[in-house]
């Protein structure tokens, strides 16, 4: 049986061709003399605002972020106001649903804010919500947490914890109109295993800026799929590490940048133990006059994370002219005792060959557009594993395919 529960709202108090003109697409591969905190990528972790200056936009985690687009969220000027966004929890029977204070020890416990915008959701929100699975629980139903935008300005933080052996599936739900910063943290046990979906289906006007930070237990495995379709502006940094060794993360992700749009998506999968593998898959469309994707994958391999296997890719399909992509892959790596380390990127316009072929066979453009870019997303939206997130979220590909042509 599910339960539900609602939370007090918040905020009211390998390489490919060249890419086309206006993208780039660029990689390097660093081996570090000594570990560091931090990487070239972003700014020492600190929960404090004030060590954080404001940012410019000439900084390495900001340039390419339209920062008078980001409505104060960046340099304090932004205050909760209004309605906020609303969180409700859907979740199935020996699941805790929790509102906690800033002195909960879960809060923080994934990891530290790298950039001003985390530092201050995670000094400004009030409340908290946390899920909890228990140990050995194996979930049969997903647990569903919708993100409802409400108006106004809201800053928040939700944990998602499993205990050691549980096995669940969460899905993140964004919709409405806010300015939201927040952070999320996900918290494996030993051996655990958590595959969670974040949509942002927001409206056109929404703001997401968001650190997502994933502890990763002793051979436990954590597969996030983020989605992105809405709003003006969404930055989302999803950064892992590991609490021991046998660990496993699956970061996919795809986005539909359309007209006026700019969403970013920083990775950074930090291997700080040994015998962890990792797997980053980010694929993108866009289309439009001055749409806009931006995508860092940063993965940092220390000295102790001996036998490592990581690998990182990026691809984006330009769909019409005035679109740009922004693509930088890279690898910091301290130790030359890898299974093994690599990462590519690739962007380029529709292939019209594919569309001619399905055209010679009868099949109209337009479906033949759609045809051809479902293929392009089909292996990511296959990772979701909900049919009917997996329908919705082809049926919006489908309402933004019908829109441009």
């Known amino acids: 049986m599910a339960e539900a529960q609602n939370s007090p709202t918040l905020g009211s108090a390998r390489a490919g061709g060249p890419p086309p003109a206006g993208s780039t697409t660029a990689g390097s591969i660093a081996v570090a003399a000594?570990?560091?905190?931090?990487?070239r990528m972003s700014a020492p972790p600190s929960f404090d605002v004030a060590d954080f200056p404001v940012p410019r936009g000439r900084?390495?985690?900001?340039?390419?972020?339209?920062?008078?687009?980001?409505?104060?969220?960046?340099?304090?000027?932004?205050?909760?106001?209004?309605?906020?966004?609303?969180?409700?929890?859907?979740?199935?029977?020996?699941?805790?649903?929790?509102?906690?204070?800033?002195?909960?020890?879960?809060?923080?416990?994934?990891?530290?804010?790298?950039?001003?915008?985390?530092?201050?959701?995670?000094?400004?929100?009030?409340?908290?919500?946390?899920?909890?699975?228990?140990?050995?629980?194996?979930?049969?139903?997903?647990?569903?947490?919708?993100?409802?935008?409400?108006?106004?300005?809201?800053?928040?933080?939700?944990?998602?914890?499993l205990g050691a052996f549980a096995e669940a599936v969460v899905v993140i739900d964004h919709t409405g109109d806010a300015q939201l910063a927040a952070n999320v943290d996900y918290i494996l046990g030993d051996g655990a295993k958590l595959t969670v979906v974040s949509v942002q289906d927001w409206e056109p006007e929404a703001v997401h800026v968001a650190q997502h930070n994933a502890l990763?237990?002793?051979?436990?495995?954590?597969?996030?799929?983020?989605?992105?379709?809405?709003?003006?502006?969404?930055?989302?940094?999803?950064?892992?590490?590991?609490?021991?060794?046998?660990?496993?993360?699956?970061l996919f992700g795809l986005y539909f940048t359309d007209q006026g749009q700019h969403q970013e998506h920083r990775l950074l999968v930090d291997h700080n133990a040994p015998n962890c593998r990792s797997n980053?898959?980010?694929?993108?469309?866009?289309?439009?006059?001055?749409?806009h994707a931006v995508w860092i994958g940063d993965v940092l391999i220390r000295a102790a994370a001996d036998g490592t296997d990581s690998y990182e890719l990026n691809r984006n399909l330009v769909l019409t002219d005035g679109a740009r992509v922004d693509s930088v892959p890279n690898l910091e790596i301290e130790t030359g005792e890898i299974a093994g380390a690599g990462h590519a990127s690739a962007t380029g316009r529709f292939d019209d060959s594919q569309l001619f072929y399905l055209q010679s066979r009868g099949i109209p453009e337009g479906e033949a557009r759609r045809l051809v870019v479902r293929g392009f997303f089909a292996e990511l939206v296959q990772q979701i594993g909900l049919p009917d997130v997996e329908e919705r979220l082809l049926a919006k590909i489908d309402a933004e395919l019908e829109a441009s042509v």
């Open 280 to 291: 980053v898959a980010y694929k993108g469309a866009l289309q439009g006059q001055d749409a």
């Open 59 to 161: 900084e390495e985690e900001w340039r390419f972020t339209p920062l008078e687009r980001l409505k104060g969220l960046h340099d304090g000027t932004a205050v909760a106001s209004g309605s906020g966004v609303q969180i409700e929890v859907s979740a199935p029977e020996g699941v805790t649903v929790e509102t906690v204070g800033r002195d909960d020890a879960r809060i923080g416990r994934a990891g530290t804010p790298v950039d001003r915008v985390a530092a201050q959701a995670f000094s400004s929100f009030e409340k908290a919500s946390v899920v909890s699975v228990p140990k050995e629980a194996v979930l049969s139903e997903p647990i569903r947490i919708a993100v409802r935008g409400l108006g106004g300005t809201a800053y928040g933080h939700q944990v998602i914890e």
């Open 34 to 39: 000594e570990s560091t905190v931090a990487t």
């Open 216 to 250: 990763v237990g002793r051979d436990a495995s954590f597969k996030s799929v983020v989605v992105t379709f809405g709003g003006d502006l969404v930055r989302l940094h999803p950064r892992v590490q590991y609490a021991g060794p046998g660990g496993e993360a699956e």
